[in-house]
Each structure stands twice: as C-alpha cells, then as structure tokens.
C-alpha cells in the first residue's frame, strides 16, 4: 500500500486546512486509518483514527476541532483541521494498519503562525 498525504501548508493561527491520504496499490477497506503528527523535538503522537466501520477517535487535546474521515469509494481518508493553534504545527502522517500491516506516507507539513 502506498500513502500519499497532501494539503498541509502555513496558515494563520484559527484558520482551518484539510489534509487528505490516498492510498493506492490496495483498497483501504480492510484498513484502520490513522493520522499521527510530530512536531519538531517531540515524539510521533495520534491524532485521530477511524475504523473500517466509520467510528472515529482522538486525541483529548483536540477539543474536538478536527474530523477524520473516509471515502473508501475514492480510496482516501481526510482530515479537516479547524481553529488552528501554533501548537498544532507539525509534520501530520497518514497510518493504514490492519492486524497483520501497517503502512506510513510521507507525512505533510503544517505550520500555523501566531
């Protein structure tokens, strides 16, 4: 399976920006999906994940201001990102892991000013 995570940049602390990952070479059907972020100095931690039945989970320091979620039909999980915060910069990684798998994209930079 191979990852492409695209949509991060630099925006505007209480801005919002969407991240997406298509996967190709397999469907993400039979595939958990992950988003992961590590910032500069600090260890790689979970954002949110949702399963191949649609339910989602992240992390409590969110608050709530970011959605994941699937298309399996267009083989690609998102991330909508909202009320960005300086502590939210970070590399972001999209994660498809499965019992017997796991597979990591590229990772894409998110950076928002104060």
């Known amino acids: 399976v191979q990852l492409q995570a695209s949509g991060g940049g630099l925006v505007q602390a209480g801005g919002s920006l969407r991240l997406s990952c298509a996967a190709s070479?397999?469907?993400?059907?039979?595939?958990?999906m992950n988003w992961y972020r590590q910032a500069p100095g600090k260890q790689r931690e979970l954002v949110a994940g949702?399963?191949?039945?649609?339910?989602?989970k992240y992390a409590d320091s969110l608050e709530g201001r970011f959605t994941i979620s699937r298309d399996n039909s267009k083989n690609t999980v998102y991330l909508q990102m909202n009320s960005l915060k300086p502590e939210d910069t970070a590399v972001y990684y999209c994660?498809?892991?499965?019992?017997?798998?796991?597979?990591w994209g590229q990772g894409t930079q998110v950076t928002v000013s104060s």
């Open positions: 949702i399963d191949g039945g649609g339910r989602a």
């Open positions: 994660n498809a892991r499965n019992f017997f798998k796991s597979y």
């Open positions: 070479g397999s469907s993400l059907n039979m595939f958990d």
